[in-house]
């Protein structure tokens, strides 16, 4: 992934995590970001993220305003723990 995209995703997490995103705004950049990953080599990280926004939009459909922000913060532990693996980070 280009470190643009890569910061713009550390930079999305950032935010959510301190409050300073919504569970939109999240979800919004996070979908900016897939969108130009188009390198043969990167299809397996565009794959994982693909599911994690869908992961995301199941959430939004499905889960409490409750719930959602606890819901978002296992699929952000999920992203990172992905990209930490992926020496990404």
Same mark, same amino acid.
């Given at each position: 992934?280009? @470190? ?5 995703? $550390?930079?999305?997490? #950032? /935010?959510? =995590? ?6 939109? #705004?999240? +979800? ?5 970001? &897939? ?5 043969? +080599? ?12 869908? #992961?995301?939009?199941?959430? %939004?459909?499905?889960?409490? =305003?409750i719930? /959602?922000?606890? =819901?978002?913060? $296992?699929? &952000? @532990?999920?992203? /990172? %723990?992905?990209?930490? $693996?992926?020496?990404?980070?």
């Amino acid at each position: 992934m280009s @470190s643009d995209l890569f910061d713009r995703l $550390k930079r999305a997490i #950032d /935010k959510y =995590e301190q409050r300073c995103y919504t569970e939109n #705004d999240f +979800h919004s950049t996070l979908a900016s970001i &897939i969108q130009p990953i188009t390198e043969l +080599h990167l299809s397996d990280v565009r794959s994982f993220l693909l599911d994690a926004e869908a #992961d995301l939009e199941l959430i %939004d459909f499905m889960v409490s =305003e409750i719930n /959602k922000r606890e =819901e978002y913060l $296992k699929v &952000i @532990s999920q992203i /990172k %723990d992905y990209m930490q $693996k992926n020496n990404f980070s």
